[in-house]
């Protein structure tokens, strides 16, 4: 019985092809998620006015800027512009405070 089941066999040991896993160098994979969170945050901060939100966006921003490649230069679409953007979005929401202490108005 198992000399005709090994003859009627169709898989070929001949034609096996080892799996070897795909090698993921960390260089590979994209730096622009903690800079999209980031922008995300940063928004959702400056159109509810949670600063939480604000400083947790400055933070994955400053990740963004920290880990970004060496070939990625200029300002404009990298994570330079992406903490410049967290930092404005914090002076816009602080601004208030600030012009109410100097001119003494209370808000």
Same mark, same amino acid.
């Given at each position: 019985m198992s000399s005709a089941a090994s003859t009627s066999d169709p898989r070929r040991p001949d034609a096996i092809v080892e799996y070897k896993p795909e090698v993921k160098r960390i260089e590979d994979d994209d730096p622009d998620v903690p800079g999209f969170v980031a922008l995300v945050l940063a928004v959702v901060g400056l159109m509810i006015r949670n600063r939480t939100s604000l400083w947790v966006g400055m933070v994955f921003s400053v990740e963004s800027y920290l880990n970004q490649? &060496? =070939?990625? #230069? #200029? @300002?404009? #679409? =990298?994570?330079? &512009?992406?903490? @410049?953007? =967290?930092i404005s979005t914090l002076v816009m929401n602080y601004m208030p405070e600030f012009i109410a202490l100097y001119s003494g108005v209370k808000i």
């Open positions: 490649r &060496a =070939s990625e #230069g #200029g @300002l404009l #679409g =990298s994570p330079t &512009a992406t903490i @410049l953007f =967290s």
